[in-house]
């Protein structure tokens, strides 16, 4: 089978989940690891058996068809860039970029270049999420009339060992969580119209609650408790709120209400959890799952996908289109919130085709 090869640029806290899953996709072949920090590089080298490579060297390296950019939100586009010019094609972490303008930049350049850009998150290609596209597709619930979805927790520096970057410009609970819920959410539901906001900062600092620099302050300089109100092309109004500002709820992550009953989603920064329906009134139920991403952390998944649609040539599902419209719904809902009015979206997309669920595990075409 024809492998396609990756080079990794950013070995940090998630380097490992990628590093972990990337065996069990045969398609995927790991040339290599970069890091503007060269001990990170060497350390995830040594411990995943892979090369320790300078960026510049990475860039240059014929044998990788595809960068990985796994480096913090600020860095995607700057990364992504530099890969584009060395004609390679970018898959990135979530989010696309720190603001609109920017992912536009990257977009016009892969578009010159003729490279695909891809992008986390992928966990709607699991088995839940797939699952729940199926409860939709089959009209098991009827028409979507609303729902919600909920992100709330009380800020990653509580876990995280240097969380300076949610909260500097391009963090903020929006868009660091707000990629998984609205992925989530367009794949099930199609595009979104327009979004309307609401956004605050509740504290001005925070202070790192683990590693080596814990009890260290950070300044806030993003809303940290934000609100949205989304108006899907399919009629259907959502509300959502990510908040890094709440200790304790009791909401689900996503509910859907349709015309004939109604769907608990589980959560989408995750490839596992019950899909719970109902009849109208009737009880909860643990819809079957489709196929096998549906019980571990295949966080590479969305790669190895595009990985595949590079050899079989057909479109990629983690892709550019769905990227660029949840940034642009992300960066509206905060804008709209500045300036008290609904904003309507220039960027639409398609629905990505759902997976397939009759292939050997790893096996992607
Ligand atoms: N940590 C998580 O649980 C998690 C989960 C899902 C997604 N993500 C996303 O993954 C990305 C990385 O997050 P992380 O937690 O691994 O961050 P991190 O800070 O732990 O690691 C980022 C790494 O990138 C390197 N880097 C930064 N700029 C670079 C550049 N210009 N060139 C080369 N290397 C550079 C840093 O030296 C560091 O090693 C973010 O976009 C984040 O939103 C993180």
Redesign the pocket.
Known sequence: MRRIGIGI???????D?YLKAAPKFPVLDIVGV????PT?AQAKAEAYGVAAMT?DGLLADPRIAIVLN????Q??V??GLQAVAQGKHVYS???LATTLADAERLVSAAREKGVRVGC?PDTFLGGSHQTARRVIDEGTIGTIVGGSAFMQVAGHELW?P?PD?YYQPGGGPML?MGPYYLTCLVNLLGPVKSVTGQAKSSYPTRTIGSGPREGQVVTVEVPTHISGLLDFENGAAISITTSFDVWKHEHNHIELYGTTGAMIVSDPNQFQGDIRTSERKGDWTVAEQVHSYGDGNY?ILGLADMAQAIVSGREHRANLDLSLHVLEIMESIIRSAEIGQRIDLKHGCARPAPMRADLPFGILE
């Open positions: 640029i950013g070995c940090g806290n998630i380097s989940a970069a890091d503007i920090n990170a960026i796994l480096t913090t939100p860095h995607h700057p990364v972490e979530k989010p986390a995280h240097n970057f660091d966080r």
